[in-house]
């Protein structure tokens, strides 16, 4: 019923730059928190940003004055402009919403399929 889209992965040099988006579709009553984990091989899943429908951020140490987070609530989408990328910050990235259904309110998570990022020269 809820569908998370991403899209904006790739191979890109360190210090390069990539934007992340993710749309959400489906049976939406509405979008609370929208947000991106990150996952790399052998190591545990990790947020990196949160934002909540009012638009306040919250970021992992390890991006903060790197990475920004951003929602279009019109077009329930949210964006992870990630700049001057580090080799640490290859993973596979996730979209991850709290949303409410309809018609009925229901409470619940939704997670995208995931996108790879890696940092590379």
Same mark, same amino acid.
């Given at each position: 019923q809820v569908q998370l889209v991403e899209s904006g992965g790739g191979l890109v040099q360190p210090g390069g730059s990539l934007t992340l988006s993710c749309v959400a579709s489906g049976s939406i009553y509405s979008l609370l928190v929208m947000g991106w984990y990150r996952q790399a091989p052998g190591k545990q899943? =990790?947020?990196?940003a949160a934002i909540t429908s009012g638009g306040t951020p919250n970021y992992a140490d390890s991006v903060k004055g790197r990475f920004t987070i951003s929602r279009d609530? /019109?077009?329930?989408?949210? +964006?992870?402009?990630?700049?001057?990328?580090?080799? =640490?910050?290859? /993973?596979? +990235?996730l979209c991850y919403c709290n949303l =409410?259904?309809?018609?009925?309110?229901?409470?619940?998570?939704?997670w995208?399929?995931?996108?790879?990022?890696?940092v590379s020269s």
């Open positions: 899943r =990790e947020l990196v609530n /019109a077009k329930n989408t949210v +964006y992870l402009q990630m700049n001057s990328l580090k080799p =640490e910050d290859t /993973a596979v +990235y =409410e259904t309809r018609p009925l309110r229901i409470r619940t998570d939704s995208g399929q995931g996108t790879q990022v890696t």
